[in-house]
């Protein structure tokens, strides 16, 4: 065993290792490092996802940016004409659909939703694998015209990532939570040159609330991704906005009125998100896996029709921006991305709402701004300072983020003079929001599972997790033993019920007293002798699993509602049995006094989940 010398003392290598982790795990000076870290891997993860975007995009269409490419053949298809882009989406769908079927279900839609809830409900916990599914699938979406944006999945990479890290560093909940934060804000940070507007989106929509620990090691970790995506991709400002001044002190009007409608297009949208995912839930019969390349067809059609709704749609957002459409068109490019980005969505596509939402704003506000001019020519100031507005007003009219929406605005364009205009039509936008709906496009998908943030569970103890209160697993049934020795097992056991392993130790399922007793009868009824006897894998029942990151509410509710006195409790993965969960085991959670310590038997189990 190694040592080292301080102080004539001999202090073992191994006691000075466990002293240093200890550090990174408990001290303020182990969490900056660990912000930081994380905020390098969320840097490098925006680079990677951004080249891979790039990537794909120009494998699919031989273009940078099909979406400013008008109707365009593919150079490597040319005898397709345009027709190619019919297939581009199906071909993408059947690489991502199954890959994230297999590996990481949540990777699917627009990822916020999920690091919410984790944080919020599952102490931030995220899969590790999230992060690599979720940036293939989403840069096959996006680079095969998927009409979505790149802030959702880099949210989630980012969030991935630092969840990983702290998990690996087994911090506690408090502390892994800012972890994840901090990669959120480091991923919106890196892809859109925005440092404040990746602190701010942590705080307001992922953590939501500001401490000062909190606030300080989400800033370190945004500046530290910030600094890596500018040596990659440049410091320059993401947009390049039209001359900006208020021409009169009346259309601060004008403003207010374009955020009322900003909270109507952005409210709208939600509505139409999560209509159109119902829609194709009711119409694909198939496997999930395949729904992606199905729906490909649909959205292929559509981008045949408009094809400016290829992928991200910067470019074309820039036009808007800088006048280059008539009204008309900008409203059918505003109801053409409402749709398309609903129906990549809806068929299983992986990408964000957040760009979507710009690039609508984009396409009211010049509207509007070029409708007003017209009106009054000598009141008004350009229709693309509108379309910057209005940028913000639907994005917080979706998500009611409004100190997101005004910064993440300013840093993209990297203009202070629309400050006052932008925080007018984002504030009115925000309350008309509220005013329309009591959820959000982040938080109604969430809703809709039957889980609210915002409202507080009625009792704290309830959010525990099963890994916190669940026992040994009692002694299991093999697969092959008899009625009898399963029967006689099961009335010497102080539970209702055994787990039953097959003979590679594979887990089969549970036994009940009942379902041996009802055996038992039925056997002694039978009058003919011919049939053996059932076996306890024969009687083995699957009951609905609990797993170790499961809150104590849905165990409770599960084990109400089912036959027995106790249930298994599985890994992640729902393969491995880990513990049992009995009503007793849960009264003791809820009622045993706060300084009460856990029987040795459940402090050791949880301590060996990672």
Same mark, same amino acid.
């Given at each position: 065993?190694?040592?080292?010398?301080?102080?004539?003392?001999?202090?073992?290598?191994?006691?000075?290792?466990?002293?240093?982790?200890?550090?990174?795990?408990?001290?303020?000076?182990?969490?900056?490092?660990?912000?930081?870290?994380?905020?390098?891997?969320?840097?490098?993860?925006?680079?990677?996802?951004?080249?891979?975007?790039?990537?794909?995009?120009?494998?699919?269409?031989?273009?940078?940016?099909?979406?400013?490419?008008?109707?365009?053949?593919?150079?490597?298809?040319?005898?397709?004409?345009?027709?190619?882009?019919?297939?581009?989406?199906?071909?993408?769908?059947?690489?991502?659909?199954?890959?994230?079927?297999?590996?990481?279900?949540?990777?699917?839609?627009?990822?916020?939703?999920?690091?919410?809830?984790?944080?919020?409900?599952?102490?931030?916990?995220?899969?590790?694998?999230?992060?690599?599914?979720?940036?293939?699938?989403?840069?096959?979406?996006?680079?095969?015209?998927?009409?979505?944006?790149?802030?959702?999945?880099?949210?989630?990479?980012?969030?991935?990532?630092?969840?990983?890290?702290?998990?690996?560093?087994?911090?506690?909940?408090?502390?892994?939570?800012?972890?994840?934060?901090?990669?959120?804000?480091?991923?919106?940070?890196?892809?859109?040159?925005?440092?404040?507007?990746?602190?701010?989106?942590?705080?307001?929509?992922?953590?939501?609330?500001?401490?000062?620990?909190?606030?300080?090691?989400?800033?370190?970790?945004?500046?530290?991704?910030?600094?890596?995506?500018?040596?990659?991709?440049?410091?320059?400002?993401?947009?390049?906005?039209?001359?900006?001044?208020?021409?009169?002190?009346?259309?601060?009007?004008?403003?207010?009125?374009?955020?009322?409608?900003?909270?109507?297009?952005?409210?709208?949208?939600?509505?139409?998100?999560?209509?159109?995912?119902?829609?194709?839930?009711?119409?694909?019969?198939?496997?999930?896996?395949?729904?992606?390349?199905?729906?490909?067809?649909?959205?292929?059609?559509?981008?045949?029709?408009?094809?400016?709704?290829?992928?991200?749609?910067?470019?074309?957002?820039?036009?808007?921006?800088?006048?280059?459409?008539?009204?008309?068109?900008?409203?059918?490019?505003?109801?053409?991305?409402?749709?398309?980005?609903?129906?990549?969505?809806?068929?299983?596509?992986?990408?964000?709402?957040?760009?979507?939402?710009?690039?609508?704003?984009?396409?009211?506000?010049?509207?509007?701004?070029?409708?007003?001019?017209?009106?009054?020519?000598?009141?008004?100031?350009?229709?693309?300072?509108?379309?910057?507005?209005?940028?913000?007003?639907?994005?917080?009219?979706?998500?009611?983020?409004?100190?997101?929406?005004?910064?993440?605005?300013?840093?993209?364009?990297?203009?202070?003079?629309?400050?006052?205009?932008?925080?007018?039509?984002?504030?009115?936008?925000?309350?008309?929001?509220?005013?329309?709906?009591?959820?959000?496009?982040?938080?109604?998908?969430?809703?809709?599972?039957?889980?609210?943030?915002?409202?507080?569970?009625?009792?704290?103890?309830?959010?525990?997790?099963?890994?916190?209160?669940?026992?040994?697993?009692?002694?299991?049934?093999?697969?092959?033993?008899? !009625?009898? *020795? #399963?029967?006689?097992? &099961?009335?010497?056991?102080?539970?209702?019920? %055994? /787990? @039953? $392993? +097959?003979?590679?130790?594979?887990?089969?399922?549970?036994?009940?007293?009942?379902?041996?007793?009802?055996?038992?009868?039925?056997?002694?009824?039978?009058?003919?002798?011919?049939?053996?006897?059932?076996?306890?894998?024969?009687?083995?029942?699957?009951?609905?699993?609990?797993?170790?990151?499961?809150? !104590?509410? *849905? #165990?409770?509710?599960? &084990?109400?509602?089912?036959?027995?006195?106790? %249930? /298994? @409790? $599985? +890994?992640?993965?729902?393969?491995?049995?880990?513990?049992?969960?009995?009503?007793?085991?849960?009264?003791?959670?809820?009622?045993?006094?706060?300084?009460?310590?856990?029987?040795?038997?459940?402090?050791?189990?949880?301590?060996?989940?990672?």
């Amino acid at each position: 065993m190694g040592s080292t010398s301080e102080g004539g003392r001999i202090i073992p290598v191994e006691s000075s290792a466990r002293g240093l982790v200890a550090g990174v795990r408990e001290t303020q000076w182990g969490l900056v490092v660990l912000a930081l870290l994380v905020g390098c891997g969320a840097g490098v993860g925006a680079v990677v996802f951004r080249e891979l975007i790039a990537l794909f995009t120009h494998l699919f269409t031989g273009h940078g940016d099909y979406s400013a490419a008008g109707r365009a053949a593919n150079p490597d298809l040319p005898w397709l004409g345009p027709f190619f882009v019919l297939l581009v989406p199906v071909v993408a769908g059947l690489v991502y659909g199954p890959l994230v079927h297999r590996f990481a279900p949540e990777a699917r839609g627009h990822g916020v939703p999920e690091v919410m809830l984790a944080v919020s409900q599952r102490g931030g916990r995220i899969g590790a694998q999230v992060a690599v599914v979720k940036s293939l699938a989403s840069a096959l979406t996006i680079g095969s015209g998927g009409s979505v944006g790149r802030e959702g999945p880099i949210v989630q990479i980012g969030a991935a990532l630092g969840s990983t890290l702290g998990r690996i560093a087994r911090v506690a909940e408090s502390r892994l939570r800012i972890l994840v934060a901090c990669g959120a804000a480091g991923g919106i940070a890196a892809t859109f040159n925005a440092p404040l507007a990746g602190v701010f989106f942590a705080m307001e929509l992922i953590l939501r609330d500001y401490t000062v620990e909190s606030f300080g090691v989400v800033v370190l970790a945004s500046v530290t991704a910030s600094v890596i995506g500018r040596a990659v991709f440049g410091s320059a400002s993401f947009m390049s906005p039209p001359d900006f001044h208020v021409a009169h002190p009346v259309e601060y009007i004008l403003f207010a009125v374009l955020g009322l409608l900003g909270a109507l297009v952005g409210v709208g949208f939600t509505r139409v998100l999560y209509g159109m995912e119902d829609l194709c839930d009711r119409l694909w019969r198939g496997p999930e896996w395949l729904r992606p390349a199905a729906g490909g067809l649909l959205l292929g059609g559509l981008l045949l029709a408009v094809p400016q709704m290829y992928g991200v749609g910067y470019p074309v957002l820039q036009n808007a921006v800088n006048g280059r459409y008539v009204i008309g068109f900008l409203l059918l490019l505003l109801a053409a991305k409402i749709l398309a980005t609903s129906l990549t969505i809806g068929i299983g596509g992986s990408g964000g709402v957040f760009a979507p939402s710009l690039f609508m704003g984009a396409m009211l506000g010049s509207a509007f701004g070029a409708a007003a001019h017209q009106l009054a020519p000598s009141i008004t100031t350009s229709p693309g300072a509108y379309g910057l507005v209005g940028m913000g007003a639907v994005f917080a009219g979706a998500a009611r983020a409004p100190i997101t929406a005004v910064v993440i605005l300013f840093e993209l364009t990297g203009e202070y003079s629309i400050i006052l205009p932008m925080m007018t039509a984002i504030v009115v936008a925000a309350l008309a929001g509220r005013g329309l709906s009591d959820s959000t496009v982040y938080s109604l998908k969430l809703r809709r599972r039957g889980i609210d943030l915002d409202k507080p569970p009625a009792d704290p103890r309830l959010t525990r997790r099963v890994a916190h209160v669940m026992e040994p697993v009692p002694g299991p049934l093999p697969g092959a033993v008899s !009625l009898e *020795d #399963a029967s006689r097992r &099961l009335a010497l056991s102080e539970h209702g019920a %055994l /787990p @039953v $392993l +097959d003979e590679q130790g594979a887990y089969q399922g549970v036994v009940t007293a009942r379902a041996a007793a009802e055996a038992l009868a039925d056997i002694e009824s039978q009058t003919d002798a011919a049939h053996d006897p059932p076996t306890a894998g024969a009687l083995a029942q699957m009951p609905t699993p609990l797993t170790t990151e499961m809150p !104590l509410a *849905d #165990a409770l509710h599960i &084990l109400t509602t089912t036959d027995g006195t106790g %249930l /298994p @409790v $599985l +890994d992640g993965e729902r393969t491995l049995l880990t513990g049992w969960v009995t009503h007793q085991a849960v009264l003791r959670a809820l009622y045993a006094p706060s300084n009460a310590q856990p029987s040795a038997g459940r402090t050791h189990l949880a301590s060996t989940i990672p």
